[in-house]
Structure formats: C-alpha cells, structure tokens
C-alpha cells in the first residue's frame, strides 16, 4: 500500500518533481515513508486475518510485500516517465500504477505459493478466494490512500510555496528600500556639494584671503567624507566626524560670525545611523539661519537618550524657521531617509527659538 504522503509536488504537474530520477526516487522512501506503508500492510492483515485459515505470519508477510511494493510503484511513478502527454497528469498515473500494482502483487505473492502454478491456483477455490479479498481491499484502500497523499503533499507544498514567496518579497521589498536610499543620498550628496562648491567661488570672486584655505579645507574635508556617504554601516561618530569638518570649514569662511559646539555622550556614538543625516541640518543651519542674519549666530548640537528613545538636535541662534517651514527638498529627503534607515518611528521635529534661532530634532527608537 502506498504511504500518506507524495514526492510530487502537484497533482496537476505534467513533470517529475525538482528532484529528479533516481535521486528523487531514493530520496521518496525515507524510514519514515517505509515505515508507515508496513504498518498499513499489518493493519490490513490484522483485519483480514479473522476470514483467512492461513496463518497469521503467512498473511502477514503477503500484505507486507504487496504494501512495499505499492510504495515502490508509487515513488517510481512519481519520476518516470520524465515527460507525460498533456492531458495525463502525474498525480493520476500514480494512482493508476497503484491500482495495477495490487493485483499483480498479490498475483505474485500467490504463484510463489503453488509453486508457479497458475492453474493450482485457480482450482483452489480457498487461495482463490483469499486472493480477491486481498486484491478488493487494496483496491479500495491503495488508491484512497494514494489521493489523500496528493493532497496532502500538494497543501504542504502550497504552504511552502507561499512561505518561498514571502521571503522573496522580503528580500524584493528590502531591495527596493535600498535603491530608494541611494537615490535620496544621490540627491542630498549634490546638493551639500554644490552649495559649499558655490561658496568657495563666492570667497573666489571676491578676492577674500580665506578663498585658499577654505579651499584647502574642503578637499581634505572630500578626502575624509566621501569613502563614507554609501557606508551602509555607519555610525554617529562617523556622522559627528563629518559635521565638525564641515563646521570648520564653514567657520573658516565667517570666522567672526559661526561659533558651534557638538555634545552627544560617547556611548551614543557607536550607534548606526544614516549618513549625511545630521549634516543636512547643520548645513541648513549655516545657510538659511546664520548666514543670511547680520550678527551671525551659534550652533549646538547635542544628544540624549531616554529609554529606548534617542534624542538628537541641532538648534541655531539665526533668523528662525522660513515661511516654507521645512518643506524644503533637503529636509523631505531627510525625513524618507530617516523613515527608510531607522524605521517608521524616526521623525523629524523643527521649533522656533526664542529670540529667534531654530532647533531641528530627530527623534527615534534605538533598541
């Protein structure tokens, strides 16, 4: 008899599963495959014993032959023919290879009693008797078993399926994370470039003394800071490394007009975070707060951690917020990273400071 469960891996299927040939037809009789088609054949002898004068054992070992090889035709079939016309499926021809395998067992099992008689057999009206109630049992039981299989096989093989799906999706949505992250840092990257690139040029046109050394700045600042914009692994020190380069540079440029001051606790800084994340804003501090006001002003940037929540800012004493209120490309692209890099809990908060002056905070859960 066959056992409760399939190689296939559809009934459907016009072709042998993945694994094919003897390698799938080995790996189909596992011990515990093996195991359960004997325990069918016992049970089919411990019903028909009552109705047989033959002993037990005798009935035994016939059942137990016809139930191995059940399950052999059934894995067998499972695999070859490699190819089957369209309009057989394969789930069928094992069922009908289960069906024929039965009665050609069972005829097997019974010549080897009379010795290879046939015509002994088919005199004796007992071993006749006894050879269609095998045979009508497993026909009736064999195929059932066998379809129960199909399906089960082929429910386990729709789960496995889905759970393949799933982890491909995963990985297709966590691809597309990444690409989304790299255009916004393409965009970010530019933008803090060519704004530090076009106040070069104004020191440049105007003749300053400090248009050389600003200069010099910047390229060791590029040398330092590019190897790190696509570093998938970066931390906030890094991130704190590169604000204190840009802010030289910028002090360079205004020396009388920026002070600053970084102040995040050191055992923060380890933490993975988002590149060119604090900069933006350190940057957006310099350009539409200190720059454009007549006294200049101050910047801070500090840290904290509450709980699971950390808490980084970066407040200016410049003009304030700007009637655009922080709608600009840089600050969009800065909360879709944030969201992308440290989850939907990140967020970005601008406030007013009183004289004047802005504080921009980013807020997310670091476990």
């Not at 035994?60 to 309009?87: D, E, K």
């Amino acid at each position: 008899m066959p056992k409760a469960s399939s190689p296939s891996s559809d009934p459907a299927a016009q072709t042998p599963p993945p694994t094919q040939g003897w390698q799938g037809f080995l790996a189909y009789l596992t011990p515990r495959r093996v195991t359960v088609a004997l325990g069918l054949a016992a049970l089919v002898a411990a019903l028909l014993s009552p109705i047989f004068v033959t002993p037990f054992a005798v009935l035994l070992g016939r059942t137990l032959f016809i139930g191995m090889l059940g399950l052999l035709a059934f894995a067998a079939a499972g695999q070859w023919p490699r190819h089957l016309p369209h309009w057989l499926a394969r789930w069928l021809l094992q069922v009908i290879v289960v069906a024929l395998t039965v009665p050609v067992a069972t005829l097997l099992v019974y010549l080897v009693a009379v010795g290879g008689d046939l015509s002994a057999l088919r005199h004796n009206e007992a071993r006749l008797l006894g050879f269609f109630w095998i045979v009508g049992t497993g026909l009736v039981i064999a195929p059932l078993l066998a379809m129960g299989a199909l399906y089960r096989q082929r429910d386990a093989d729709a789960r496995s399926q889905a759970l393949r799906f799933e982890l491909e999706r995963s990985e297709l949505e966590r691809q597309a994370l990444d690409a989304r992250l790299r255009l916004l840092q393409a965009q970010i990257e530019p933008h803090f470039l060519f704004n530090t690139l076009a106040n070069v040029r104004a020191l440049v046109e105007t003749g300053s003394p400090q248009a050389a050394p600003v200069l010099r700045s910047l390229i060791a600042y590029l040398r330092a800071a590019m190897p790190r914009l696509q570093d998938e692994a970066a931390s906030l020190g890094d991130e704190l490394a590169l604000v204190r380069a840009y802010l030289e540079l910028m002090q360079l440029r205004m020396p009388d007009r920026l002070g600053y001051s970084l102040a995040v606790p050191a055992e923060l800084q380890g933490l993975r975070f988002p590149p060119m994340a604090l900069l933006t804003l350190v940057e957006n501090a310099v350009r539409h707060g200190i720059d454009p006001s007549e006294e200049g002003g101050r910047i801070e940037l500090g840290g904290a951690r509450e709980g699971a929540l950390l808490r980084l800012w970066v407040v200016d004493s410049g003009i304030g917020l700007a009637p655009s209120g922080g709608s600009g490309t840089g600050l969009r692209n800065l909360r879709e990273r944030l969201r992308l890099y440290l989850g939907a809990s990140a967020r970005l908060e601008l406030s007013e400071v009183r004289p004047h002056g802005l504080r921009a905070e980013i807020q997310f859960n670091a476990e």
